[in-house]
């Protein structure tokens, strides 16, 4: 009897443990839980049903499946790909693709595994796009590269729910031959540029020499010439100083031979000079001479009187025939050059009517010591 008893709780105590693992592995088949940055696809007795949100979701257990999805940015790493140009040089080149699921449904029931799709969808493009363009395009054009191939990416991309966010080529690499033969290309363009430089630099030293040539002969012919000019300008004013000491002896000696002449005459008839003086006709006849009419006299026999003498300047002798009336200096040495000489008036003719009876003839007005005025 107690063995039956104690049968009976055995087996009421497993049962109790049995059910009790079988509501705990209910439960948590029926509660879902989905992070913050996924979405899950859900699907009972292999049929899609909904996609389940962030956060606590209750599902069908044990006939119920979940397909986990990422809505986060994803990057994936497109392989090296080898390609040959439009102008036959092979390059190697791989790539980063950034994607995004927009669509977890499209994602979960269009396509396999999306990701492995976009990288696959990804290589193909880049091959085909290096191969539409030359190896200079492909090593300077980067942006347009990335540009053709998310182009090409996005319409097959949005029937599977996906977004090509970013392609960004990472490294596009010639060939080893190519290389070299750029490397010589390179340094053979500089080489080319080193020697335009330096033949520009040469160039511009030999005009810049020659500019300083020209300068240089410009201002020594610009002394030169105004040396000449300063030596013509003195020789002019020691001429003109040696002209007018001539013009001062000739003066002088005239002055002299008229101050000779006189005493001669005086000397030799004293007594008709003064009866001539003090007759009426004579004082008349005298008095009837305009001053511009003596002084016109004067100058005449001044030149006529002209003379010869040796001038000394600067340790040389020049013999020079110089005139009162002849010698004349410029214009810039005369202090007189702005004042217009003043005109004599012509002396007025007496009629024989009027002149003096007087047989005697009138003696020559005295002649003045005070040097003559240059005309100007």
Known sequence: MDLLVLQLQLTTLAVGLLFLIVAAVTIWQTVEIVDAYEKEALTVFGEYRKLLEPGFNIIPPFVSRTYAFDMRTQTLDVPQQEAITRDNSPVTADAVV??????????????????RAVSNLAQTTLRAVLGDMELDDTLNKRQEINAKIRKELDEPTDEWGIRVESVEVREVNPSKEVQQAMEQQTSAERRRRAMILEAQGERRSAVETAEGDKQSDIIRAQGEKQSQILEAQGDAISTVLRAKSAEAMGERAIIERGMEASNASGRASPRRSSSRRNSPRWSAGTARRSPAATS????????RSSTTKPARCSGSTISTRFSARSIRPPRWISSNSNRRPRRSRPARRISPARRPMSTNRISPAPISTRPMSTRS
């Open 98 to 115: 950034y994607i995004k699921v927009m669509d977890a449904k499209k994602a979960f029931l269009e396509v396999d595994n999306y990701k």
């Open 296 to 303: 016109r006299s004067r100058r005449d026999s001044k030149a």
